[in-house]
């Protein structure tokens, strides 16, 4: 008898026999629709970023349809300190943005895609030696608002 997914994982993380790999992958919005499109099956079509366009409960997710094991549900906040990204430059195409890191990341407008990495402003042990400290756990860093809407 085939396993769950829980158990698969379970048992996969434990070194433990399981039938198969478990299964995870991740698409950016524009492969997701793009996928969509190309298998053409009037039950696909409620992913995590068609799901934020359009809920439809009735429709498969491309995780459902594929049978994965595992979904990212949500993506890390790991920022030093937690300001809202300020606008350097833009274009019609990207907008560069220095982030709680002291990071300057040129990100796409009008897609998803990993940021190009322009520059770093901890660069050097001093600047670390003054932001190590923000890594500590503490309440301020959880963003209730965000979690607390989805409740």
């Keep these: 008898m085939p396993l769950t997914s829980r158990e698969r994982v379970a ?8 039938d198969r ?6 698409y950016w919005s524009e492969v997701e629709a793009a996928y969509v ?8 079509g409620c992913g995590i970023h068609a799901f934020a366009r359009e809920p439809r409960p009735d429709r498969l997710s491309l995780w459902e349809y594929f049978d994965f094991d595992l979904m990212q549900v949500a993506w890390p906040d790991q920022r030093l300190r937690m300001v809202e990204p300020e606008v350097v430059d833009q274009s019609d195409e990207w907008v560069l943005l220095r982030d709680g890191n002291d990071a300057v990341l040129r990100w796409w407008k009008h897609k998803m895609g990993t940021p190009e990495h322009v520059s770093f402003g901890i660069d050097t042990p001093e600047k670390w030696a003054r932001v190590k400290p ?11 608002q965000i979690g607390r809407a989805h409740v």
Excluded: G, T
Aim: a positive charge; aromatic letters at 10%.
């Design 11 to 18: 048992r996969c993380l434990a070194r433990q026999p399981h």
């Design 21 to 26: 790999v478990p299964m995870f992958d991740w």
């Design 37 to 44: 499109a190309e298998i053409n099956d009037p039950n696909l």
């Design 134 to 144: 923000l890594l500590a756990a503490s309440r301020d860093r959880i963003r209730w």
